[in-house]
């Protein structure tokens, strides 16, 4: 059945194609050029009997026929192309090249095709799946082929500060708090590696006392280091974090993505949708969830899965209508505090409970809006760690950085 189906195909196509090569005109069927041709010369026959009955006077007759004249040439020059194009495109060359295409065609696709190829059986893909995830590339093979992403030079002010900070923890290395600061601030600025470094040692000096957050930090750490790849150091911090907290929703989303970086999409669509139907609106994956969700269930065999209604995106917070006409009636001066500290609002959430990227999109281009241009770039910079992990997440705040002019 399936030779049938490609062969009637290409017997299609080919037809349509060769129609055009082999068409002759029609028995009486005369080029335009020809018949514009025929056109000229009974035009210029008819000025010279209007000069014979002096119906010109020569100079015009003159300018006549020149301008007859240069129409007869064009259109000589057009039933010349004409033939050659008839010529060429109904002889046998043509033909002969699309018969030797439609030959090459079967001839390679039975050297690299597999018409007779049965489905890969579920045991052999599982196989396939668990030997990438066994032969995963380490976190130092991960980190040096990540990609290093361009980090503009920070504040001279706040650079002599972080210089300062790491000075300080050299020297008394043992202190949590300067290596909590540390891991916080070298993420701030770009510098992943040495935050997931801080970050480790800080669990090792809190030791028992380590919370869920502490390894699920480091577990976000290790894989933007890793350029999003979740390796076995990685999962290692997802497991503890969930040893210490099962219900932890980040250290749930991860153990999802590691499955989907696995093959494994039967076993990740059932922890996203679990996720999904909790709600979970303020986790910055859950945009990459509600995006995913439906694609990834196909891919585990559930093509009937509807997500919940109530997980469509909701609006982005901003002023209500009282706001909005109280605003109207404000001095230039009283609205622009107001915009401000709606704004200023908007980062503390940002900054103490963690939002979508449309909310930190909103609040980079809001900043440039305010002509605080230097304070949306490192605020794109922080968002830029925060979903270093998350492509599609990502990728919504580098477009508004884009949109409002930043690096």
Sequence with gaps: ????????????????????????????????????????????????????????????????????????????????????????????????????????AVVLYERIGSPQMPDEPIASRISLSESFYQNRPSQAEAEKAAPKREQPAPDPEYGALIEQLRSTVTKNPDDPRGQELLSLHEERLGNMIAAKQAQAKLIALRGDKATAEDHIRLAALTVESAGGMITREAEDEIRRTLDLDHANPQARFMSGLVQIQSGRPDLAFPIW????????????????????????????????YVPPEDQKAAPLPGPDADAMAAAADMS??????????????????????GGTPEEWARLISALVVLGKKDHAQDILGEARTRFASIPEALATVEAAGKKSGLQ
């Design 1 to 104: 059945m399936f030779w049938i189906i490609c062969a009637a195909l290409s017997a299609i196509v080919a037809i349509a194609i060769a129609a055009p090569l082999v068409r002759r005109r029609a028995a009486g069927e005369e080029p335009a050029a020809a018949y514009d041709l025929r056109i000229y010369r009974d035009q210029l026959r008819e000025v010279e009997r209007d000069v014979e009955r002096r119906l010109v006077d020569p100079s015009e007759a003159e300018r006549l026929r020149n301008e007859i004249g240069r129409k007869v040439l064009a259109a000589d020059r057009a039933l010349e192309r004409e033939g050659v194009a008839g010529r060429v495109s109904g002889g046998p060359a043509a033909l002969a090249i699309l018969a030797l295409l439609l030959a090459g």
């Design 332 to 353: 230039p001066e009283d609205r622009q505090q107001m915009i401000e500290g709606m704004v200023k609002g908007l980062e503390t959430r940002l900054a103490t409970e």
């Design 273 to 304: 949708a679990q996720l999904l139907s909790e709600g979970h609106r303020d986790a910055p994956w859950h945009d990459l969830i509600g995006s995913a969700i439906q694609d990834l269930a196909w891919f585990a065999g559930q093509p009937d």
